[in-house]
């Protein structure tokens, strides 16, 4: 994997914490920057999962109420 260097901003005191810590800043800011992703990618899949129930629950409404205009469409021809 290649590796970049960037440039960012950040409070002091989170800084020197993380410092206290572990003397090697790099490792840490990769550890949280994995763990950011991972949690945002899980968000992502839920949320995505909410919609297709949404959809599935939408679609099982709308198949029983085509099922409902076919049976009485059905009734209407047969005389019921």
Known sequence: MATIKKTISLPE?????AES?????SEIVKEALSDYLKKKKIEKAL???GVMKDFEENSIE????MRKEDL???GKRIGK
């Open 47 to 49: 949320s995505t999962a």
């Open 21 to 25: 810590i572990s003397n090697n800043f």
């Open 13 to 17: 005191e989170l800084y020197k914490e």
């Open 72 to 74: 009485s469409i059905e």
């Open 62 to 65: 709308y198949v029983n109420r």
